[in-house]
């Protein structure tokens, strides 16, 4: 069975949103633990072969130097420690991190300079790495801006000074939009279909009988919204329904709805319990 091992690097902290490697964490080999013993005890299991590493440095990294520094960082020690050990360097993960702009003065990855910045790493190891093939996770930068989460309100509630719109959907079809887990939470950009005009600010809620399950904190849509209305909030397509406590109340599941400019729309996911 081929193995890569997953490896939390020292020094490479970064400035990525949520920050996987080069801090304390559950995941990965630690570097330091790199030893000969280690490796060792790697090649003594007679049904593993060691191909390669994976490393993740962080995701949410909108900054291409940082993407492209990384990369060369574990190039380098992919190199490193396959040169070291003595195995066949066929398999080298890399991460992704490549993020979108989702709120207020964040700015859109420069994709030029880090292709750029791509190209040199190309031409300084692709003589090293002839046998190895390179891995890149950037699935959100790919799939987050093509996809739109859609929910109705079913009552609006003032309390205390603030308006609430409970809708039928929430932190338990969309955790992300509900920043579960994070300290630091923003809001998804996110519009009333069809609705525009004076606007006044808003809690948008999911369903869910917790404080948590909160989509918008103070979001600004028109003033009339109102039982019925459907939000939707915009760049959804990654990080969606099974990112999600979805079972949660056991509440009935969303529909998955693709379209193609040939075809139409089409459901993407069939045998869940959709309405």
């Keep these: 069975m081929p193995i890569a091992l997953r490896i939390n690097p020292m020094d490479r902290k970064g400035t990525g949103k949520v920050r996987m490697s080069g801090v304390a964490s559950q995941f990965g080999i630690e570097e330091i633990d790199l030893t000969e013993a280690l490796f060792e005890e790697i090649f003594s299991m007679p049904n593993t072969k060691l191909c390669g590493i ?3 440095m962080g ?6 130097e940082e993407i492209y520094k990384n990369t060369e960082y574990v190039i380098e020690l992919g190199l490193r420690l396959a040169n070291t050990y003595s ?3 066929t398999y080298l993960n ?10 207020p003065g964040e700015y859109e990855l420069d994709i030029e300079e880090l292709g750029r910045g791509m190209k040199r790493l190309e031409d300084t190891y692709k003589s090293r790495l002839t046998e190895t093939k390179v891995y ?3 699935g959100r930068y790919l799939l987050a801006e093509c996809g739109a989460f859609l929910i109705r309100v079913l009552y609006r509630k003032e309390s205390k000074g603030n308006c609430y719109l409970v809708c039928d959907g929430g932190a338990n079809f969309h955790a992300a939009s509900a920043f579960l887990g994070r300290f630091v939470r923003s809001n998804f950009p996110m519009y009333v279909l069809g609705k525009s005009g004076n606007e006044r600010e808003f ?3 999911g369903p869910s009988c917790t404080p948590t399950d909160l989509v918008g ?5 028109p003033q009339d919204t109102a039982e019925g209305d459907i939000i939707v909030i915009e760049k959804s397509g990654a990080y969606g329904l099974t990112y ?6 056991s509440h009935a599941l969303p529909a998955e709805v693709g379209y193609r400019a040939e075809g139409g729309f089409h459901a993407l996911i069939s045998g869940r319990n959709a309405e």
């Design 217 to 221: 904190q103070k979001v600004k849509l």
């Design 203 to 205: 809690y948008v809620t």
């Design 136 to 138: 890149f996770e950037s």
């Design 94 to 103: 890399v991460g992704g991190g490549f993020d979108i702009p989702y709120f």
């Design 244 to 249: 999600s406590p979805y079972g949660f109340l």
């Design 87 to 89: 195995f066949e360097f």
């Design 59 to 64: 995701t949410s990294i909108l900054k291409a």
């Design 54 to 56: 994976h490393v993740y």
